[in-house]
Every structure is written in structure tokens, then in C-alpha cells.
């Protein structure tokens, strides 16, 4: 029987078994094969899944926003239900749909407006007052990988986002221990997990208390007092209430870690974009009262927000989803498509039961919804702050990327599944990242003299920068300013 998406042009599948989708979740290099199906076939295009049955894979924003929007018809798979359901459980955000959903997110959401992130300043530079600490430590004690010079900086900026979402200032014996759930939660721990006492400071150094604050400010202690302060009726069970705390801790950890992460590689591979921000950054705290600075100076600082946004569009924390058509379905494209028969449309009609996976989630948007050509420009794949800030910089379609809570990029999603934590992410990635470009100068380790420490995009549900061993980590040349 002829497939109804078989006109939808695609890669010739790699195998009758597992269709083309080795190549799209298992690459040795992240994007190694979408970007250039990409390329080839634009933002909607059709690969094939196991026995040769067809799937879509969409970064077209019009195509993103119409599916991210209907969360009627799309629905998250059956697998990533049952990973969610194996991890946490299935009163988590992320498994919930329709009205239950609805309920849990009007009472999470409290602990993330803007009144909240508005007190962050203060707390997320206390952590990164930890990191530094480490760091001084890190170079003193010599913890060179190789004669570069080299340390490898990814677990301890892991630690930090540990500590903001929570978990290190505020341990779970806040929680109800009552709930089944909270067993699973006891025994969880993500991959790059510390116990929190190795990220304390040492005792010759200063703390400035913020760790205490960050505690009684984090989503997680928040998100139990909005619960605790909402209507009767709406409120979350304690066992609904135990599910989401890990749900915040694993939405919230890797990704803001793997992003900063990846904003300080992009700083240490382009020297004189470094020296441009840290002198805006140096600028800046000089003229906040005590060094202090407020998210109104942040947000004024144009060079470093450009560079985060250049950031989060070419190396989005979460790289892929999808969802399945509950129904049949029609997906508007901004772009037309030519069908192997030789029609132009600008819909795609989709069968009940359609997947639809979003690459790249990061890639913008799903991310590779970040490196459309016909809207970033020929230059899509380069990292280039300044379109942000010249709008002759953006040789694409800026009005064609409309999606996504923030600078309408695509790596937050959108809809009404839009990651909950997106101000917190972003206020947390200003603070840290302003601070050590402050405090210290970040340079690649020489690929003649270094290679084994050359860091290349891999994908492990996060988008991780990964040595030639395979080895999650970020090898840095680091000086104190
Ligand atoms: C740069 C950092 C971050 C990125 C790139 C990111 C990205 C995303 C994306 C793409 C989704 C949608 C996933 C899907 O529907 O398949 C999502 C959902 C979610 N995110 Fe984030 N996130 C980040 C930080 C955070 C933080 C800091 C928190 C909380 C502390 C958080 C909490 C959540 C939660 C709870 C959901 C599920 C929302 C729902 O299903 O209603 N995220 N995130």
C-alpha cells in the first residue's frame, strides 16, 4: 500500500529494519547527517523508521509552531512516555497531557515568574563566587590534563547548575517521605551527579551565604510553596508534588550545564569576541553599586546577551523530541515543497499515527530549526553574534522565526509544553557566564599539540561536548583576569 507521505521528499532509507533512524539519533558527530538532509530538502522532509514505515522531520518554524501549539493532536510518543515513566513516574510535567497538565503547570508556574527571577542576581553569582573558587584551587593544585595546560571545566560547571536548581542547598528532607514516588527520587541521581558536599567551598574560603539562599530561592523549594499557597482543589498530591522535584532537577541541570558549557568553549575559540564582552562586562560591574549587578544592567549588555542567544541557537541544551498525530493532521510548511510528483504545496497532510520528530532541538528548535538557511541566512552554521545585533547581519528571514519564548528561537520549544524554566535558564546563564568572563580569560587547547582534547557536539538526550575518547567534558586553557 502506497504510504500517503511517500510524495514527501527524503534520504533513500540506510536499513529495511531501522529505517534512517541510527542516523538521526546515533551520528558519531551530532548533525552529521541532518544538516545536510537539511540542506537538501529543507525544513520538512520525510526519512524512514523501522520496516520502512515514513516519519517526518520538521524544523520549519510555521511547521514547529502548528504542532507545538496542538497538544490535542500531538502527542508525546510511546517511548518518551515510557522513559519518562521508568525515571520518574507518570504524574511528572513532563508525562501529564490535557487538563492534569494544565492544572500542575498554573501551580508550577508560580515558582518561575518574573518576580521570582527578578531575586535571582544575587544567588546564581554566589555560585558561580564556587566555581571560581574551584578553579583558583584547579590551578594551583596543577590539574592539567595535558602540557597545554588544559583543565577540564565541565563537571564543575554541572556542580553550579546543580546547585541552582536546587539540590545541593536544599536537600529532599524537605519533602513529604511519605509517597512511593519519593523512593525512586532517593535513589535517582543524574549522570554527572555529585554528592553536595564536593561542591561545597573549601574551608579557607569565604562563603557568601548564598548557598542558604539559593536553597529557599530554588524552583524546587518554590515550586513547593506555590503548591502549598494555591487554590483547594488545584492543589498537587504529595505523591504529584514528590515527581515534579526531579522532573525540575533533570530538565533543569544538564541542560543550563551543557549550555554554559558550550558558551564558554564558543568564548575560548574566539579571542577577540572574548575581549569585546569582558570588557562590556568589566564596564558594567563598575558602574553597579558593589559589584552587584541587576538584571536591568544584564539586560543592557548587548555584546554578551547576543552572544548567549548565538549560544542557545547553535547548541540547544535538548537536541531532539517528537510527537505522534493522535488524528489525521495537516502541518502549514513557511517554505513550499516540491513533491516527488511535482507539486508545489505549503501543507503536508498527515494519517493518525504520523511521528514527527524535531532534530536538534537545539538546533534550534528542535533545533535545527536554529540552522534553517531561509531564515538565519547562507551563514546559518556559523557562530555570529552580530546578527543579533546589526539587522543587516541577518542575511535570512528574521520575521520567518517567530517561535519560541525567547528571541523567537526554538531551542525552549513553545506551545503550550514550552519548557517552564526557560527566564530561569537564561537569567542563570547571564549571571554565571558574566561572572567568570570577569574573573578569568579561556583559551582552546592547540589541536597540534593537544588532539586528543579537540571537543566535538555529541548527543546523550543532552547536547554534550565530548573529547576523542567519547568522554563528556570541556578542556580548557583558563587564567585567572
Ligand atoms: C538552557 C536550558 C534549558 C533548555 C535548552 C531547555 C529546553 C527545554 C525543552 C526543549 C523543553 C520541551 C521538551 C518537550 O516538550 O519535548 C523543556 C521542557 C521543560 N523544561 Fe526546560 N530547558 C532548559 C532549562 C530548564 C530549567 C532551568 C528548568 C527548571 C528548573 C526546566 C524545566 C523544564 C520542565 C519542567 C519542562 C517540561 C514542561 C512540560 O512538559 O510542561 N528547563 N525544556
Known sequence: KRSPLAHIPGPPSSSFIYGNLPQLLLPHTY????????????????????FASDRLVISD????????????????????????????GKKAVFYIEGE?????????????????????????????EKIANRWEDMLVSGAKLDASGAMDIYPSLHDATLDAVGEAPYPVSVLPSTSSSMRSYHTYRP??????????????????GSALRGGEMSPTRLALKAN?????????SDEEMAQQIPSLMIAGQDTTGNTLSWAIYRLASSPELQEKIR?????????SPGG?????????????????????????????????????????????????????????????????????????????????????GPDAHEFKPERWIEPSKWAGNRAASNFGPY???????????????????????QILFTELVRRFKFALPPPETSPELQVRMSVAVNMIPVVKNGKPSLPVIVEAV
Not at 504542532?67 to 515513566?85: G, I
Not at 523567537?408 to 517552564?420: D, E, H, K, P
Request: glycine share 6%; with cysteine.
Open 407 to 429: 528571541a523567537n528561537l526554538s531551542t525552549f520549544f513553545g506551545g503550550a509544553r514550552v519548557c517552564i524554566g526557560w527566564r530561569f535558564a537564561v537569567t542563570e546563564l
Open 31 to 50: 548533525g552529521t547527517f541532518e544538516f545536510s538532509w537539511q540542506t537538501t530538502f529543507g525544513g520538512l522532509y520525510r526519512i524512514k523508521g523501522p
Open 279 to 287: 570588557a562590556e562586562v568589566v564596564e558594567a560591574c563598575e558602574s
Open 292 to 376: 552587584d549587578i541587576s538584571l536591568t544592567t544584564i539586560e543592557g549588555m548587548v555584546w554578551l546577551n547576543a552572544f548567549l542567544k548565538e549560544t542557545l541557537r547553535l547548541h540547544p541544551g535538548l537536541p531532539m523530541s517528537d510527537r505522534i498525530a493522535s488524528t489525521d493532521a495537516v502541518i502549514p510548511v513557511s517554505q513550499p515543497i516540491t513533491t516527488s510528483t511535482g507539486e508545489t504545496i505549503t501543507e503536508v497532510r498527515v494519517p493518525k499515527g504520523t511521528h514527527v520528530h524535531f532534530p536538534s532541538i537545539d538546533a534550534d528548535n528542535t533545533n535545527l530549526c536554529g540552522r534553517l538557511a531561509y531564515v538565519w
Open 61 to 88: 518554524p510555521a511547521a514547529l509552531k502548528a504542532v507545538m501549539s496542538d497538544t490535542q493532536t500531538w502527542r508525546r510518543s510511546d517511548q518518551q512516555q515510557y522513559s519518562v515513566d521508568m525515571l520518574i
Open 191 to 208: 549522570p554527572y551527579y555529585r554528592s553536595p558536599s564536593s561542591s561545597q567551598p573549601p574551608p579557607n574560603r569565604k562563603s557568601s
Open 228 to 236: 502549598a499557597s494555591s487554590k483547594l482543589g488545584h492543589q498537587m
Open 100 to 128: 492534569e497538565h494544565k492544572r500542575v503547570r498554573n501551580v508550577m508556574n508560580a515558582a518561575f515568574a518574573p518576580v521570582v527571577i527578578r531575586g535571582l542576581p544575587p544567588v546564581f553569582k554566589g555560585i558561580a
